[in-house]
C-alpha cells in the first residue's frame, strides 16, 4: 500500500507479557496500515490482541507488558522513539481511543462536563468557561438532548447509551486525527448498538478522520469498515478491503468466521461454528496457531509458521495454502477439536 496515504503504518509490532508463567506474545509481529479518512476494521476472537494492539498504539502498555520490537509510523515519525511527554501530546491532541469499558472510564467523582473540559484546559489552554462551552457543543454533537442540563451531570446519572455518547465527546474533544474505537457498542442493547456505530460513521465524515474500529461482529465490519484485519493468536492472518474480504475470504480462520455469521438464506442450525478452540497463550506453538483448528492443515502448517503474503491488490494472508509450497494430493487429517 501507498505508504503516502496512510496516516498509521505498523511494522511487525511484537507487544509481550512476562508473567511468572511464561512470555505471552499478545502482540505477535503485527503489521497492517490505517488509511488516511478511512476505517480500518479489527476483527478476531476473544483474547486475539485485539485491545492489546489499541493498548500499544497509545504506548499504554504497563508491567508485566512490554513493546519489544517492531516500528508505528504516525504521519511519518516512528512512536515508538517519542517521549512520554510528547506521546502524551499525540494522545491528547492526535490519536484518542473509546475504550471497551465505558463505565470504568468515567470517572464517577466528576460531572461529566468537567471531564470533556479538562481536555480543553489542558491541551488547548482555554479558561474554564470557554473550556466548558465546548463540552456543552460536543454533547449536542453527539447528539445528547438538553446538552447545558447534562453536563451539571455525573455518570450515574445517565444510561449506558448517553454514556457511551459521552466516551465519545470526550476521544472528540480535541479533533483527533485518528480515534481507535475498542468494541464501543457491546455493553449496549440492539438499538442503542446501531445508533452510536451511526453516530460514529457521521462524525467521521463530517470530521475526516482516520478510524481503528475493533469489534469480534463481522456483521458491524461489514457496515462500517473500508478495510479489516483478521486477527488470530496475536497475529494478523489476513488483511485486506471490506469487499474482497466478503467476497473472497482466502484464510481458513476468516472463512470459519464467515460461516458463522447469521444469514437470512440459510437455517441457522446449518450454521458452522470454529470447531477447537484457541490454543493456550503459553503454548509456544511452531508453525501455524490456526493448524489444530484447521480443517485443511498439513504437516507443513505444523512445522513452519507462514508469513503473511500478498495474494492479490491490497489482500494479504497468513496461509501455506496460498504458497508454493503446498501440497495439493496430502491428505487432509482429522480436525482435532
Ligand atoms: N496484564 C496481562 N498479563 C498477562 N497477559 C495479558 C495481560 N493483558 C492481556 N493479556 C493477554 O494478552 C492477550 C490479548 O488480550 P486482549 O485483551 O488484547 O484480547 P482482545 O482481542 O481484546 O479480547 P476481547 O475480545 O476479549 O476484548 C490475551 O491472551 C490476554 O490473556
Ligand atoms: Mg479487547
Redesign the pocket.
Known amino acids: 500500500m501507498n505508504a503516502k496515504q496512510s496516516v498509521l503504518e505498523i511494522k511487525n509490532l511484537q507487544t509481550s507479557?512476562f508473567?511468572d508463567s511464561g512470555e505471552?506474545r499478545?502482540v505477535d509481529g503485527v503489521s497492517l496500515s490505517v488509511r488516511k479518512g478511512k476505517t480500518l476494521g479489527i476483527v478476531?476472537?476473544?483474547?486475539?490482541?485485539?485491545?492489546?494492539?489499541s493498548l500499544s498504539i497509545l504506548r499504554l502498555i504497563s508491567e508485566?507488558?512490554r513493546i519489544i520490537g517492531g516500528e508505528m509510523i504516525y504521519n511519518g515519525e516512528n512512536l515508538l522513539n517519542k517521549t512520554v511527554k510528547q506521546m502524551r501530546n499525540i494522545r491528547g491532541n492526535q490519536i484518542s481511543m473509546i475504550f471497551?469499558e465505558p463505565m470504568t472510564s468515567l470517572n464517577p467523582v466528576f460531572t461529566i462536563g468537567d471531564q470533556i473540559a479538562e481536555a480543553y484546559q489542558v491541551h488547548e489552554n482555554m479558561s474554564k468557561r470557554q473550556a466548558m462551552d465546548k463540552a456543552v457543543e460536543m454533547l449536542r454533537l453527539v447528539g445528547i438532548p438538553s446538552p447545558e442540563k447534562r453536563v451539571k451531570q455525573y455518570p450515574f446519572q445517565l444510561s449506558g447509551g448517553m454514556r457511551q455518547r459521552v466516551m465519545i465527546a470526550m476521544a472528540l474533544a480535541c479533533n483527533p486525527d485518528l480515534l481507535i474505537a475498542d468494541?464501543p457498542t457491546t455493553a449496549l442493547d440492539v438499538t442503542i448498538q446501531a445508533q452510536i456505530l451511526d453516530l460514529i460513521r457521521e462524525l467521521q465524515q463530517r470530521l475526516h478522520m482516520s478510524v481503528i474500529f475493533?469489534t469480534?461482529d463481522l456483521g458491524v465490519v461489514a457496515e462500517t469498515c473500508d478495510d479489516v484485519a483478521v486477527?488470530y493468536c496475536?497475529k494478523v492472518v489476513e488483511f485486506s478491503d471490506v469487499h474482497t474480504l466478503f467476497k473472497e475470504p482466502k484464510h481458513p480462520y476468516t472463512v470459519g468466521l464467515m460461516n458463522s455469521l447469521p444469514r437470512h438464506d440459510i437455517d441457522q442450525e446449518e450454521l458452522e461454528a470454529i470447531k477447537g478452540s484457541v490454543p493456550s497463550?503459553y503454548a509456544g506453538l511452531t508453525g501455524c496457531w490456526f493448524a489444530p483448528r484447521c480443517p485443511h492443515a498439513q504437516d507443513l502448517c505444523r512445522e513452519a509458521l507462514p508469513e503473511l503474503t500478498e495474494i492479490g491488490d491490497n489482500h494479504k494472508v497468513r496461509c501455506w495454502m496460498y504458497s508454493d509450497l503446498w501440497n495439493p494430493n496430502q491428505t487432509e487429517p482429522e480436525v482435532n477439536t
Open positions: 507479557f508473567t505471552v499478545a478476531g476472537e476473544s483474547g486475539s490482541g485485539k485491545s492489546i494492539l508485566p507488558g471497551q468494541e475493533i469480534h486477527m496475536g497463550p
